[in-house]
Antibody, heavy 124, light 107 residues
C-alpha cells in the first residue's frame, strides 16, 4: 500500500525552529517529486515546497524562501522540511504529498498521494 | 505567481443535482490544471489531473474540461458523499498555486 506518514509537528514560539519528517512506503520513492502543502486553520491549501527525485532541484513559495529548507534521504525513503524563524502565520497542518507521475513530469500532474498531516502551531 | 480564482466560493445543492465549478488562471497554464476534493479534517484527494483525466478510482460522474485560463469541474449527479470542498491547482509553474476552494453544501 502506498503510504505517507508525517511527524514532527508541535507547538513552537515565534522565531523558533521545527523539523518535519515524512516517511514514505509502497512506491519507488526516489523516482518522484515530493511536496509539502499546508493549510492554515479554516483556510485553503497552500503549496510550500517541492523537491525533485534526485534531490537536484528544490522550489519554494515566496513567503518561506530563506527560512524553510526541503530535503530528502532516498536511502531512508524520507522527506524532510527544516523550518526556521517561524512566524504565527506558519501555523497550519502540513501535508507531504507525492507527485502523480515520474520525476521527469515534475509538478505537472498534481499530487496523488497525501499523508494525514502534522500540525504546527507557532505561538508564545 | 499564477493566481487561481474559483467560483463560486460556495454553493448549495441537492442529491442528483448537476454541479459546475469554474477555475480561472491569471495566465495560461496550458492543460496543467488539477482538481482535488477535501472533506473536513481529511487530506485532499486528487480527482482530475491535466484538466480532463480522471484519477484511478474516481467515479465517472466527475469530469473536467478547459485549457489555457478557463477550466470547469462538473459533477453530473451529486451524491451524498460528494458534499465537500473542491480546489483547483495549477502545475504549470512554481510556485504551484491553488484556487480558494468551493464548498458544496446540502441545500
Amino acid at each position: 500500500e502506498v503510504q505517507l506518514l508525517e511527524s514532527g509537528g508541535g507547538l513552537v514560539q515565534p522565531g523558533g525552529s521545527l523539523r518535519l519528517s515524512c516517511a514514505a512506503s509502497g512506491f519507488n520513492f526516489r523516482s518522484y517529486v515530493m511536496n509539502w502543502v499546508r493549510q492554515a486553520p479554516g483556510k485553503g491549501l497552500e503549496w510550500v515546497s517541492g523537491i525533485s527525485g534526485g534531490d537536484i532541484k528544490t522550489d519554494y513559495t515566496g513567503s518561506v524562501k530563506g527560512r524553510f529548507t526541503i530535503s530528502r534521504d532516498n536511502s531512508k525513503n524520507t522527506l524532510l522540511l527544516q523550518m526556521n524563524s517561524l512566524r504565527a502565520e506558519d501555523t497550519a497542518v502540513y501535508y507531504c504529498a507525492k507527485a502523480t507521475y515520474y520525476d521527469s513530469s515534475g509538478y505537472l500532474y498534481g499530487m496523488d498521494v497525501w499523508g494525514q498531516g502534522t500540525t504546527v502551531t507557532v505561538s508564545s | 505567481d499564477i493566481q487561481m480564482t474559483q467560483s463560486p466560493s460556495s454553493l448549495s445543492a441537492s442529491v442528483q443535482d448537476r454541479v459546475t465549478i469554474t477555475c480561472r488562471a491569471s495566465q495560461s497554464v496550458s492543460n496543467f490544471l488539477n482538481w482535488y476534493q477535501q472533506k473536513s479534517g481529511k487530506a485532499p484527494k486528487l480527482l482530475i489531473f491535466a484538466a480532463s483525466n480522471l484519477q484511478t478510482g474516481v467515479p465517472s460522474r466527475f469530469s473536467g474540461s478547459g485549457s489555457g485560463t478557463d477550466f470547469t469541474l462538473t459533477i453530473s449527479s451529486l451524491q451524498p458523499e460528494d458534499f465537500a470542498t473542491y480546489y483547483c491547482q495549477q502545475g504549470y509553474s512554481t510556485p504551484l498555486t491553488f484556487g480558494g476552494g468551493t464548498k458544496v453544501e446540502v441545500k
